[in-house]
């Protein structure tokens, strides 16, 4: 008896494609990269519109294989993502700020956005009635913001929380944004060899146990990326001009609350960001 293979594939991009269509959206829909490999076993990410990435969780023998499989993972989380729990509201709201609270910090300071868990509140009202993937996807780019030392960089400069969240909400994550933060890591090379292939290392480690996990993998792909194109660069840039201070600051942030300690030193008084 012949079973009829569920085309995955297809399914997601019908799924995405009729999401689209219904909110008026044309941005591209589905990006499917494999990583280079001479042989099996292959891996393959999906980056879904908006930026969540997933690959694929089995070991996969085939490109093809590992291109479905990575499918799955986004269809399935695609299809959770709809549900109603998965919705922000003032329930949802009101649990992560005293999950937040329960160590260090008092829940009454999520009313002042001067605190950090206040600037997690704020991030989080801003996002009522959309989705977890959708919080994500906006957190996602301030833990990149985070881990390169960005927040900290504009915290010395004293830029305001409410303008850094503004900033960055509406600029995303992009090529400038990215090649920044490359060059950023090329400055930290210079004064320690070797640190971007330590680094990046440890960054892809990080990205194989959690697609192992088969969790949304933006964050971790993302740091790997910006870590191989700094150290493609290392080689082909020998001049001290390359790593000179008067570049343009960086860019990033922590789901887990360890960037709002790092944002919490920002004074609350307004300043523009240039």
Known sequence: MHVCAVNVVAIL????????????????????ESAPSPGPPYVCYVTLPGGSCF????????????????????????????????????????HSLRQAARDSVSVEDACDSGTSIG????????????????????????????WNGTLKALRERQCSRQSVIR?????????????NM?????????????????????????????????????????KTEILSLALSQAYIHHTPEVFSHSRKLNYIFNVDLNFLFVFGGMHSHKRAFS
């Open 167 to 179: 900033y960055y909400s509406q600029r995303g994550l992009d090529e400038y944004v990215r090649s």
């Open 13 to 32: 991009h019908n799924f995405w494609e009729q999401k689209q269509l219904n909110a008026g959206q044309t941005e591209s829909l589905l990006l499917y």
């Open 182 to 222: 490359a060059l950023d890591w090329l400055a930290r090379e210079q004064r320690s060899p070797g640190l971007i292939g330590a680094e990046l290392q440890v960054a892809q480690r990080e990205l194989v146990l959690a697609r192992r996990r088969g969790v949304e993998l933006r964050f971790y792909k993302e």
């Open 55 to 94: 690959g694929n969780y089995k070991v996969c023998e085939t490109q093809a294989e590992a291109r479905r499989d990575a499918a799955r993972v986004a269809l399935m989380n695609s299809l959770v993502n709809e549900l109603p729990c998965r919705r922000i509201d003032p329930e949802f709201i009101a």
């Open 119 to 146: 600037t997690y509140s704020l991030l989080l009202h801003s996002y009522i009635g959309r989705s977890m993937l959708e919080f994500q996807e906006m957190m996602t780019i301030f833990q990149l913001l985070h």
